[in-house]
């Protein structure tokens, strides 16, 4: 062969390659966020009781601007596209559109929350803020769960387009059998969307709004049709004084946009490949919290006195490692998904045995409560009283998938 043909050859192979590892090294970048600011034009979304008469589709605008502005300042690398940068009405459909057309690696949704106030009244209790990812509630009956409010409210938005029951295909959102399709969901970003909200939650409580509701999963429209990880973050409640008082300063909300985007930062740093300064250390499926009462607290461990062991490991006295590492079908509990590796005898886990399932580049944390077949209610029941949020799932041949 003459020399040029090989020389040719050799610099066809080193193109080659080096578009294989741009390809490779393209394809672990996060490179476009979607930020979406609630409500908007003729959809104020909530309002505030007292004089000043706040409208939450002004405070969520503000707040997505300024994070908009830090995210590109802070990532240059990344292109933020907006659902909204006006205060134009924006279809809940067309919100996900956006993002999907725009080939988005994450979704954000800003919103304002809100709760009933009684007559002739200017403020509520409920305060702080809260983070949604798409799904069923974490009791599996959305229509009941704490939050069923607040995905009323957010989804009633629809009836402001026309023919919405054709281009939601016949979902209502005051119908209670409209949301049965959300129990039947299983997201495929379902993981890295409750990951990015668990690191959200994190960085919101270090203020200005520091009371945390909680991580929930629950049937909001705006994140049904999105083909990313994608969460709804409620930033504090328009009806609560203290609240109120954060939102309506220009220093509150760009607070609140700087701890989103520290949180962005860290997601977007373990979704290419690097170390998370902060992950998670706790369970990222929390319990919504009650408007009216604190998050309940697990029970404490219970003492067997037959067998004078805890709760925690007689639930678990039959299985060993044995069993479950030449078991084909696992049935148990998830109690958190996160990007750091966990020890089997960490003290999150109480006693109980567990697997960890790889899951992209995360771990999916399961208690494990059966090996011989579906495992009764009762036992279930034990450990998810233990771990508010989690829920029922089986793992065969190395998938996971909830029953």
Request: contains cysteine; charged residues 25%; positive net charge.
């Given at each position: 062969?003459?020399?040029?043909?090989?020389?040719?050859?050799?610099?066809?192979?080193?193109?080659?390659?080096?578009?294989?590892?741009?390809?490779?090294?393209?394809?672990?970048?996060?490179?476009?966020?979607?930020?979406?600011?609630?409500?908007?034009?003729?959809?104020?979304?909530?309002?505030?009781?007292?004089?000043?008469?706040?409208?939450?589709?002004?405070?969520?605008?503000?707040?997505?601007?300024?994070?908009?502005?830090?995210?590109?300042?802070?990532?240059?690398?990344?292109?933020?596209?907006?659902?909204?940068?006006?205060?134009?009405?924006?279809?809940?459909?067309?919100?996900?559109?956006?993002?999907?057309?725009?080939?988005?690696?994450?979704?954000?949704?800003?919103?304002?929350?809100?709760?009933?106030?009684?007559?002739?009244?200017?403020?509520?209790?409920?305060?702080?803020?809260?983070?949604?990812?798409?799904?069923?509630?974490?009791?599996?009956?959305?229509?009941?769960?704490?939050?069923?409010?607040?995905?009323?409210?957010?989804?009633?938005?629809?009836?402001?387009?026309?023919?919405?029951?054709?281009?939601?295909?016949?979902?209502?959102?005051?119908?209670?059998?409209?949301?049965?399709?959300?129990?039947?969901?299983?997201?495929?970003?379902?993981?890295?969307?409750?990951?990015?909200?668990?690191?959200?939650?994190?960085?919101?409580?270090?203020?200005?709004?520091?009371?945390?509701?909680?991580?929930?999963?629950?049937?909001?429209?705006?994140?049904?049709?999105?083909?990313?990880?994608?969460?709804?973050?409620?930033?504090?409640?328009?009806?609560?004084?203290?609240?109120?008082?954060?939102?309506?300063?220009?220093?509150?909300?760009?607070?609140?946009?700087e701890r989103i985007c520290a949180a962005f930062g860290q997601f977007k740093q373990n979704f290419e490949g690097g170390e998370v300064n902060a992950a998670a250390d706790t369970a990222v499926t929390q319990a919504p919290v009650s408007e009216e009462k604190?998050?309940?607290?697990?029970?404490?461990?219970?003492?067997?006195?037959?067998?004078?062991?805890?709760?925690?490991?007689?639930?678990?006295?039959?299985?060993?490692?044995?069993?479950?590492?030449?078991?084909?079908?696992?049935?148990?509990?998830?109690?958190?998904?996160?990007?750091?590796?966990?020890?089997?005898?960490?003290?999150?886990?109480?006693?109980?045995?567990?697997?960890?399932?790889?899951?992209?580049?995360?771990?999916?944390?399961?208690?494990?409560?059966?090996?011989?077949?579906?495992?009764?209610?009762?036992?279930?029941?034990?450990?998810?009283?233990?771990?508010?949020?989690?829920?029922?799932v089986k793992v065969e041949n190395g998938e996971v998938s909830r029953f």
């Open positions: 062969m003459k020399s040029h043909h090989i020389r040719a050859i050799l610099i066809a192979i080193a193109l080659y390659m080096g578009a294989i590892c741009a390809y490779a090294e393209s394809s672990l970048k996060l490179r476009t966020v979607t930020i979406d600011a609630g409500h908007g034009g003729h959809d104020p979304g909530s309002i505030s009781r007292d004089p000043s008469k706040v409208k939450e589709k002004d405070l969520t605008l503000d707040i997505a601007l300024k994070l908009r502005d830090k995210i590109r300042k802070q990532h240059p690398d990344v292109k933020v596209v907006m659902t909204r940068s006006t205060d134009k009405f924006v279809e809940l459909k067309e919100r996900a559109d956006i993002a999907n057309r725009n080939k988005s690696d994450l979704f954000i949704s800003i919103h304002i929350n809100s709760a009933e106030v009684g007559r002739g009244k200017y403020w509520h209790t409920a305060n702080g803020f809260s983070v949604h990812c798409l799904g069923p509630s974490s009791s599996g009956r959305d229509m009941n769960t704490p939050n069923m409010d607040i995905v009323r409210r957010e989804n009633a938005v629809i009836k402001l387009e026309k023919d919405y029951t054709t281009s939601y295909e016949g979902f209502d959102p005051d119908d209670p059998g409209s949301y049965i399709i959300f129990n039947l969901m299983q997201n495929a970003n379902q993981n890295q969307s409750l990951y990015f909200a668990d690191l959200v939650a994190n960085q919101m409580k270090k203020g200005p709004l520091t009371t945390n509701r909680g991580i929930s999963q629950n049937a909001f429209l705006v994140l049904w049709r999105t083909s990313m990880p994608a969460v709804l973050i409620e930033c504090g409640f328009i009806v609560n004084k203290s609240d109120l008082a954060v939102l309506s300063s220009p220093k509150g909300r760009d607070g609140i946009a604190p998050e309940d607290k697990p029970e404490e461990a219970k003492v067997n006195e037959e067998e004078g062991k805890t709760q925690e490991e007689s639930a678990n006295v039959q299985l060993t490692d044995e069993q479950i590492s030449s078991a084909k079908v696992i049935y148990g509990v998830q109690v958190m998904a996160s990007p750091k590796v966990v020890k089997p005898g960490d003290p999150f886990f109480k006693g109980h045995k567990m697997v960890a399932v790889p899951f992209g580049k995360l771990y999916r944390y399961i208690i494990v409560v059966s090996t011989d077949g579906i495992p009764s209610k009762e036992k279930l029941s034990e450990v998810k009283k233990q771990y508010p949020g989690s829920y029922q």
